[in-house]
Each structure stands twice: as structure tokens, then as C-alpha cells.
């Protein structure tokens, strides 16, 4: 929802930055402000998943230029973990297996590390259990998932599913939702857009990064924007993705260039 | 590998002090002369000598052994010290008269031995520079019949059954290392659990290194009688010196009808600097003779330390029925080689055996798993199940499997299961995303890895075992 007053919460100017010295983001621009829901699309390879990566502060990705600002921060400035704890959170597009940590456990560690980091006591086992019994309804995931290992042997909807409980549990004041869509059939779409729109609220802000329009029938983003060669080229709302929708990227891309030309 | 995996393995030792004490050392060098005087000086009846002697000349024909996937500069037996021991009061009446210099560093090390702070439901023998300095709980166990003491005194004591049991399970000429340990072996614990008494404590061991120049060499004897049971816990460290330490122990374990033995060891002797320089080599041969009927020998080991091991914790399955265990976690980082295993002889009708290996490789360390199981014409009816998961952290460790299967009859049954896995950026990454530092990740990684082998474990040795391997690791990661 976009209100004039709201605080902004992540701005990004400039950012470059490159894998294994290739250059993917040059010049990324961007605003988000607290209770809105950000679209970012773009044809493959135009850079999305890294912008996502960088923002979340991977190791193989090295930022060249340009400035970060989260809550008025320097967020590049910060260890991957730590952005994690100051509430920056990445859905991954493809969730890791870890064998032998069960979920429940890895849940209550990375919990508490939020909790730590806000000056809150940890919640024992015993508090957690219950908490985490209740975050499950969001995404309407059965308790017998909380003892097996993280993510060994999911299906990829519940890979999925299991990453918004993660976001649940974390509450996060960013969530990136990197391709959350990607390989979930319909019905397990619907319940992970429905776990999200019961997460977005008026202090956090989403930024959900998508090939597909269908997400967005779900999910109903403030603004949307087209990503090509490592930068946002044009900037819309709803009826953008839509647009793109039916008409394809190569309009989008054609008109910038000629902008550019000008 | 990136700097955190990296810095996440390297954590300083924290047992590396060494105690300053009077010791009485023979001259370096072995002869005839010397294991007379061992022998000697530890005034043994002639049985004693015989074996020593025996084993010494068998030594003396026999080759330093090369198959294994280790290697180290040739090691000059003439230049160790055979004999070292703390200097001591003829025979001790109680811990009161014990050097108070040798409780602290027992104390230091985590293992008090005076009446008021030593561990209430674990009895330890104490042993220092192969030589035993306490034992406590020796009268409430003698209570119910156990012998629980150094070797040297079962020797004085109940020479009857250390003639009977000594070398019966690993005879003197059995490999190079344990020869060398039946002629010069200085110290080390003995064990004897009477007919149908479960041992009412877990029994332990505390090794100590202290000496830079002598080779250690403790002998270890544990006979369960019929319907007897005990559990025995093995601990080790030493002080970090730049030279290198043989450590060539050898541990024998009986167990008679329906009998049970449960071993486990947490070992964490040097393992020498991120270079490579010191460290111990820990050359040890262990093995246990299930010889009565529905007899279960049970070894858990938790190797973590030393340059080089080489070490098999074996069970030869005799009597029908009979059950062998094996669980081992084996850890190496920076230079650290391992070549350790099982060996499951089954004999007996209807023997049982697991063999469960996790083997973790960090920095340029080599681990490598190595394991037989043999099944001989009359063992109809067993079954064996190995199952070896080896972990790589960095991109330089090494990891092998090298499984030996000999099957001599139809009847029986061998399962063999392996898997190599490697702790990658991106599950670091994830875990890190969540907030979660990158040692808590590797801990939470590892003790997941671990987790079959260290629910074996007695309690309070599992949760030194875990806290153990997130100390080693710390710096690998990254």
C-alpha cells in the first residue's frame, strides 16, 4: 500500500556490482518504502536473482559502486548474517537441503538470533514449540515437517512453503521473494501468496522477484518494474506486469533503448 | 573456500601446557637390557618378563607396516625413552600421598580426582605418562567384586588372570606396533567385572602425555565375566611440543557368555601445528574377543587430535550370537592424517555387526576410512551392516573409503553403504541468511552429521564430544 508519509526503508543508488568479475548490476536505482509490495521482473539473465544476492550480502558477489541504505544504514557495510538479523530476508529461489539439522532446530536458532539481536530474551524449546505450532496455520504446513531435516527430501512446494514459514517466524522488516513461484502448482501457490499477504503489513515491505504475472493475480504488488542488463529500465504499476503479460518484454526493451538513443 | 569456512576450523589447544615434575627415565633406546629393566623395575614375577622378552624379539624381525595412507618421516626407535614416570612414594595409601602437582593437572584438565570434587558416578583411573598415578572409587567397586586399577598392580595382585587374559586377544607378535607395546608397555588400567555383576559406574581413563621425548605405551585389559556389563570411557591429551610422540597403546577387551562391553573414546591428543610440526602419532591397536555366547563388544570412538592415526578398533565375533559395534567420528584438519577402521571377524553362528564411520576432512588433512569385515565358513547366519559417510569442508581435505569384504559361506549377509558430502558456500550461505553465524552453521552441520555416532555416547561424553568438534573446526569455514 503506498502512503505518502511512510517511512522509506530501503534505498538503493547506483549499485554496481560483479560475479567472478563480470559486471550483472550497473547502476540498480531503487526506493521501497514501509507497506509497500515491489515487483521486480525482467527477461533471464538480466540480473534480478544477483540484485537479491547482493542485497542479502553473498560472498561470491562483490559490489564495485554505488550505495545501499537500509533503516537509514549502510547495509553493505554489514556481514550476511547481520543484515539477516536486522531483518533483511531472502526467500531463496532454490532452499538448501541440510541434512541431519532438523527444521525445528534450525528455526529456533535462527529465531533466537533475531530476538538477540533486538534485545529480546531467547525462547527455550518448550516456548518455541508452541510458537512455531501456531506460525504453521500461515502456510497451512503439517508439524511433522518441524522434525525432519531442513528441506531433505521436500517437494518443492513444501521447500517453498517452508521458506515462508521461515519468514513467519523471522518477521522481517524487507522480504526479497526470490522466484517463490517458480515450480509451485497452483494450489501450493495459493497458499504461499496467501502466507505473504497475511505477512505484508503497513511497517514491513516486500519486494517480490518473478518471471510470471500469475504471482501477481495473488499477490498485489504497489509497483512493478522491468529489469534488463543489470538496471531497471521502466517503472510501473500493476497493470504493467499485465502489460508485459501479453505483450512480452520486447517492447519494454525497444522503448528503452530508444530512450537512451535520445 | 572462502575466508570464513577457513578461520571457523583453526582454534588454539587448550591442553597444551606441560607439567613440571621430577621424572625417572631410563636412557633412549631399546635393547634386551632395557625391557629387562622395565620389567625390573616394575619388580613383575617372570611370566611378565617372558612376554616381554617374547614380544621384543618377535619386534626385531618384524617391519614398521607401509600400507597405510599416511605418511611421516621414518621414526628412530633408538632415539625414544621406553621407560618415564613421574617420580612417587613406594606405594600410595590413599590420593593424599599423590604429587600434588599431578592433581592439579588433572584438575586443569578437567578431571578432578580428590575425594570432594572428583565426578560422583564415574570412576577414573588417572594416568600419567603411561604410568597410573590414582584411581578413583577402588572401594566401593571392590564391593561388588570389581578390580578396577592400573595394570602394574594387577600384575602384583591377580597376576592369575593378567597370565590367562594378556595377549590373548592381541597376541605379542600381531603387528609391529603392538609388539613393540607388549615389550616395553609402562602402565595403563585393568578391568575385571565378576559373574553376573553389572559394574555399578562407568569406569574411565584419563591419558596424559607429559614427556617430549618418551613414547607412550599403555596397556589396557578388560575381562567381563558370563552375565557381566560394564561401560569404559577413554580420554586423552598432551602437551604441544614441536617434536612428534609415539603413542603405540594397545587395548584388549573379553567378554565371556552374554557379557557386555561398551568403549568409547574421546581422543584429543596434539595434533601438531596449522604446519604440520609436532604432534602425536598415535599408532594403537585395539581389539575385542566376543568369546561366549550372545557377548556384545561395542567400541565408539571420537578421534580428534593427533598428526597421525592409525588406529581399527576390531571385534573378533567367536561365540554365536555374539554382537560387534562399531561407531567412530574421525575429525582432521590442517595436517592431520587418519587411517582408521574396523575389523569385523565373524566366526560364530548368527554374529551380528555395525559399522557406522563419519569421517570429516577439513584444511589439507587426509581421513581416510578403512574397514574389514571377514565372515568365516562356520559363521552361517551373520549379518554385517557398514554403513562410511565421509564430509568435506574446503576444497584441500582428502576423504577415502577403503572397505575390505571377505565372505566364505552363502549363509551370511554384508550391507555396505558410503557417501561423500561436501559443506558448500550456499548452505552456509542459507544459514548465514537466517542470521546464523557461520561456526554455529558448521556445529550445526557437523553434530548432524554426527548424530548416530554420538547418541552412543555416555551422556556427559557426548556433549564434550560435540563442543570438542566445534573447537576443531572453528576457522575452517569460510
Not at chain 2, 626407535?77 to 595409601?93: F, H, T
Amino acid at each position: 500500500m503506498i502512503r505518502d508519509n511512510s517511512d522509506v526503508l530501503l534505498s538503493v543508488s547506483g549499485l554496481t556490482a560483479e560475479v567472478e568479475e563480470t559486471p550483472i548490476l550497473k547502476g540498480m536505482n531503487l526506493e521501497v518504502k514501509a507497506g509497500e509490495i515491489h515487483a521486480i521482473m525482467g527477461p533471464n539473465g538480466s540480473g534480478k536473482s544477483t540484485f537479491s544476492k547482493v542485497l542479502a550480502g553473498h560472498s561470491d558477489y562483490s559490489v564495485t559502486g554505488g550505495r545501499v541504505e537500509f533503516q537509514g544504514q549502510d547495509l553493505l557495510e554489514l556481514e550476511a548474517e547481520e543484515r539477516a538479523r536486522s531483518g533483511v530476508f531472502l526467500a531463496f529461489q532454490y532452499p538448501l537441503e541440510i541434512p541431519g539439522v532438523s527444521n525445528l532446530d534450525f528455526l529456533r536458532v535462527a529465531y533466537n538470533a533475531r530476538r538477540q539481536q533486538q534485545g529480546l530474551e531467547e525462547l527455550d524449546a518448550f516456548d518455541f514449540d508452541e510458537l512455531v505450532r501456531e506460525k504453521l496455520d500461515v502456510v497451512k504446513m503439517d508439524p511433522s515437517f518441524l522434525t525432519r531435516s531442513v528441506n531433505e527430501g521436500f517437494s518443492g512446494g513444501e521447500k517453498k512453503r517452508n521458506e515462508i514459514l521461515q519468514m513467519a517466524l523471522l518477521e522481517p522488516t524487507l522480504a526479497i521473494l526470490d522466484e517463490t513461484d517458480s515450480g509451485l502448482d497452483i494450489d501450493a501457490l495459493k497458499i504461499v501468496a496467501n502466507g505473504v499477504n497475511q505477512l505484508a503489513n503497513e511497517d514491513n515491505a516486500i519486494i517480490l522477484i518473478t518471471h510470471y504475472q500469475r504471482l501477481l493475480d495473488y499477490i498485489v504488488p504497489d509497483y512493478v518494474h522491468v529489469m534488463e542488463k543489470g538496471r531497471i529500465i521502466r517503472t510501473g504499476d500493476k497493470d504493467l506486469a499485465h502489460e508485459l503479460e501479453a505483450r512480452g518484454y520486447d517492447w519494454v526493451l525497444q522503448d528503452a533503448a530508444e530512450t537512451v538513443e535520445v | 573456500m572462502t575466508a570464513t569456512v577457513k578461520s571457523l576450523v583453526n582454534q588454539p589447544y587448550k591442553y597444551g601446557f606441560v607439567t613440571d615434575i621430577e621424572s625417572e627415565s631410563l636412557p633412549p633406546g631399546l635393547s634386551e637390557e632395557v625391557v629387562r629393566l622395565i620389567s625390573a623395575k616394575k619388580d613383575e614375577p617372570e611370566f611378565m618378563l617372558n612376554f616381554r622378552l617374547k614380544a621384543y624379539r618377535q619386534w626385531r624381525k618384524m617391519q614398521e607396516p607401509t600400507w597405510p595412507h599416511v605418511s611421516y618421516p621414518p621414526i628412530d626407535y633408538e632415539k625414544i625413552v621406553y621407560y618415564s614416570a613421574p617420580k612417587k612414594k613406594d606405594k600410595l595409601e590413599s590420593l593424599d600421598e599423590v604429587d600434588p602437582v599431578l592433581l592439579e593437572t588433572f584438575e586443569k584438565l578437567g578431571i578432578p580426582l580428590s575425594e570432594q570434587k572428583r565426578l560422583s558416578n564415574v570412576a577414573v583411573d588417572a594416568v600419567f605418562d603411561s604410568v597410573s598415578v590414582a584411581t578413583t572409587f577402588k572401594k566401593q567397586l571392590a564391593e561388588e567384586g570389581v578390580v578396577f586399577c592400573s595394570i602394574s598392580e594387577a600384575v602384583q595382585d591377580h597376576p592369575e588372570l593378567v597370565e590367562k587374559y594378556l595377549g590373548s586377544v592381541v597376541p605379542t607378535g600381531d603387528n609391529y606396533f603392538a609388539a613393540l607395546n607388549s615389550a616395553v608397555f609402562s602402565d595403563g588400567s585393568f578391568v575385571y567385572i565378576p559373574k553376573g555383576v553389572k559394574c555399578p559406574m562407568d569406569l574411565s581413563t584419563y591419558f596424559r602425555i607429559n614427556n617430549g621425548d618418551s613414547g607412550q605405551f599403555e596397556r589396557t585389559l578388560i575381562i567381563a565375566e558370563e552375565a557381566s556389563s560394564v561401560t569404559y570411557l577413554e580420554g586423552c591429551t598432551a602437551p604441544m611440543f614441536d617434536t612428534n610422540q609415539l603413542h603405540a597403546a594397545v587395548v584388549e577387551l573379553v567378554a565371556l557368555d552374554n557379557a557386555e562391553i561398551k568403549y568409547s573414546t574421546v581422543q584429543n591428543w596434539y595434533a601438531g601445528d596449522e604446519s604440520g610440526k609436532g604432534g602425536i602419532y598415535n599408532f594403537v591397536t585395539k581389539r575385542g574377543l566376543c568369546q561366549g555366547v550372545n557377548s556384545k563388544i561395542s567400541w565408539t570412538q571420537v578421534e580428534t587430535g593427533s598428526a597421525i592415526t592409525w588406529k581399527y578398533p576390531s571385534c573378533v565375533l567367536v561365540g554365536d550370537n555374539s554382537v560387534g559395534e562399531f561407531y567412530s567420528v574421525a575429525l582432521t584438519n590442517n595436517c592431520q592424517q587418519a587411517d582408521t577402521g574396523t575389523k569385523m571377524i565373524h566366526v560364530g553362528k548368527n554374529t551380528r555387526s555395525t559399522i557406522i564411520s563419519k569421517g570429516i576432512s577439513a584444511g589439507r588433512s587426509q581421513n581416510s576410512y578403512r574397514g574389514l569385515v571377514k565372515m568365516s565358513p562356520k559363521a552361517k547366519g551373520a549379518r554385517n551392516y557398514s554403513q562410511c559417510d565421509s564430509m568435506l569442508i574446503g576444497d584441500c581435505a582428502e576423504a577415502n573409503t577403503f572397505p575390505y569384504i571377505q565372505v566364505q559361506n552363502n549363509a551370511a549377509k554384508v550391507e555396505h553403504e558410503a557417501s561423500t558430502s561436501k559443506i558448500g558456500e550456499d548452505q552456509l550461505f542459507y544459514f548465514l541468511q537466517r542470521g546464523i553465524s557461520a561456526e554455529d552453521a558448521v556445529s550445526m552441520i557437523i553434530s548432524g552429521f554426527c548424530k548416530d555416532v554420538f547418541s552412543q555416547l555416555p551422556m556427559e561424553f557426548a556433549v564434550e564430544a560435540d563442543r570438542l568438534l566445534a573447537l576443531k573446526l572453528e576457522g575452517s569455514v569460510g
